[in-house]
T-cell receptor, first 116, second 115 residues
Framework: NAGVTQTPKFRVLKTGQSMTLLCAQDMNHEYMYWYRQDPGMGLRLIHY???????AKGEVPDGYNVSRLKKQNFLLGLESAAPSQTSVYFC???????????????FGPGTRLTVT | GESVGLHLPTLSVQEGDNSIINCAYS??????FIWYKQESGKGPQFIID?????DKRQGQRVTVLLNKTVKHLSLQIAATQPGDSAVYFC??????????????FGQGTILTVHP
């Protein structure tokens, strides 16, 4: 199993450009998440999904959109990139936590995004 | 409020010593806690977790202690090795009665192990 994969690994955007980050998981997990990580700070939840076709806002959703058209994929979109969105983005997935007595999330390797 | 600090707490130890990394949480309704290790340039990796009905759980070289009275969590690493050098995050499930499994992460602690 590849686990959680993210593409691309690095990207540089100009202010106002758009892009989509792709996350894929092969563990048949129901839940998927997008986080951003800034220097000196922990992970902050942007959006999450509890199943195919469903999405919900996390702690810092402004400026981002997401889609979960297939269970194994979770896309994060930036419609008009801003320098404040320079960050490292992590995708994660998990099983239905309560049923399995664990909320462990499995993380991808991250995407480093710079907006100039 | 949101932390804007750019300096993470740090812990520096000698190889072979035991390390203790601390974490305070704020929500008394949190029912699940987890520790992650993040090496430079990589995503977080699971270390150990604990539910709120326990006060101690042991893994391989690691122990997590939970003190619900003072809302404090600690991670103990025995015989710390240079490969343990990383940033360590605690996280809690604040969702309480929901099953969404959202985790809220702490700021992180930098552990440096000197040979």
């Amino acid at each position: 199993n590849a686990g959680v994969t993210q593409t691309p690994k690095f990207r540089v955007l100009k202010t106002g450009q758009s892009m989509t980050l792709l996350c894929a998981q092969d563990m048949n997990h129901e839940y998927m998440y997008w986080y951003r990580q800034d220097p000196g700070m922990g992970l902050r939840l942007i959006h999450y999904s509890v199943g195919e076709g469903t999405t919900a806002k996390g702690e810092v959703p402004d400026g981002y959109n997401v889609s979960r058209l297939k269970k194994q994929n979770f896309l994060l979109g930036l419609e008009s990139a801003a320098p404040s969105q320079t960050s490292v983005y992590f995708c994660a997935s998990s099983h239905l936590g309560r049923d399995l007595n664990s909320y462990e999330q499995y993380f991808g390797p991250g995407t480093r995004l710079t907006v100039t | 409020g949101e932390s804007v600090g750019l300096h993470l707490p740090t812990l520096s130890v000698q190889e072979g010593d035991n390390s203790i990394i601390n974490c305070a949480y704020s929500n008394s309704a949190s029912d699940y806690f987890i520790w992650y290790k993040q090496e430079s340039g990589k995503g977080p990796q699971f270390i150990i977790d604990i539910r709120s009905n326990m006060d101690k759980r042991q893994g391989q070289r690691v122990t997590v202690l939970l003190n619900k009275t003072v809302k404090h969590l600690s991670l103990q690493i025995a015989a710390t090795q240079p490969g343990d050098s990383a940033v360590y995050f605690c996280a809690e499930n604040r969702a309480g009665g929901t099953s969404y499994g959202k985790l809220t992460f702490g700021q992180g602690t930098i552990l440096t192990v000197h040979p």
